[in-house]
């Protein structure tokens, strides 16, 4: 079991440039989510998927687009990027539960490192 | 606005002693509560959780208390061993199928030998 793995790991744009952010996970899991960490910052939520094509907005979606085609995959696009998108990018997901006194903990990536300058 | 608060961006504890990690929330809304431990170029893993259920919760060296009047819940260490060192989050899930969750700005521990 891979978990969650995130492509790439760094990246450095040009203002204006796109990208895709990838990330596939091989739990089966039927959420996932994409974060944000800014310096001495929490985790922001960009977008979530509660299933193979099913997304929603988080708290900071602006500048970002996402898909999710299959259970596995779940790509971040930015499509005009600006400098106050340079940012760690964490993409987690989890196994969906029933009960409402428990919740399956989110299983991160190792996150991709971006760069807009 | 930020509903889930870590006001000690910073710890130091020596080996052996116990480690006390802060945090408070704002939203009366919120029914379960994870701890998540970070290490340098890795992603967020995740330690320990409590239902607003109830008020401790215990996982060897670790443990959670909730206080629900006060909206706080701290993470004690005991032992604090050095591979503990590591930035903590504090995250609560909101209402909703999806349970998103909400993080603290988190608390870098450093376990001192």
């Known amino acids: 079991n891979a978990g969650v793995t995130q492509t790439p790991k760094f990246r450095i744009l040009k203002i204006g440039q796109s990208m895709t952010l990838q990330c596939t996970q091989d739990?089966?899991?039927?959420?996932m989510y994409w974060y944000r960490q800014d310096p001495g910052m929490g985790l922001k939520l960009i977008y979530y998927?509660?299933?193979?094509?099913?997304?929603d907005k988080g708290e900071v979606p602006n500048g970002y687009n996402v898909s999710r085609s299959t259970t596995e995959d779940f790509p971040l696009r930015l499509e005009l990027a600006a400098p106050s998108q340079t940012s760690v990018y964490f993409c987690?997901?989890?196994?969906?539960?029933?009960?409402?006194?428990?919740?399956?903990?989110?299983?991160f990536g190792n996150g991709t490192r971006l760069t807009v300058t | 606005d930020q509903q889930v608060k870590q006001n000690s961006p910073s710890l130091s504890v020596q080996e052996g002693r116990i480690s006390i990690l802060n945090c408070d929330y704002t939203n009366s809304m919120f029914d379960y509560f994870l701890w998540y431990k970070k290490y340098p170029a890795e992603g967020p893993t995740f330690l320990i959780s409590i239902s607003s259920i109830k008020d401790k919760n215990e996982d060897g060296r670790f443990t959670v208390f909730l206080n629900k009047s006060a909206k706080h819940l701290s993470l004690h260490i005991v032992p604090s061993q050095p591979g503990d060192s590591a930035v903590y989050f504090c995250a609560a899930r909101g209402a909703g199928t999806a349970s998103k969750l909400t993080f603290g700005t988190g608390t870098r521990l450093q376990v001192t030998l």
């Open positions: 998927s509660v299933g193979a094509g099913i997304t």
């Open positions: 987690a997901s989890r196994e969906r539960t029933l009960q409402s006194s428990y919740n399956s903990p989110l299983h």
């Open positions: 739990m089966n899991h039927n959420y």
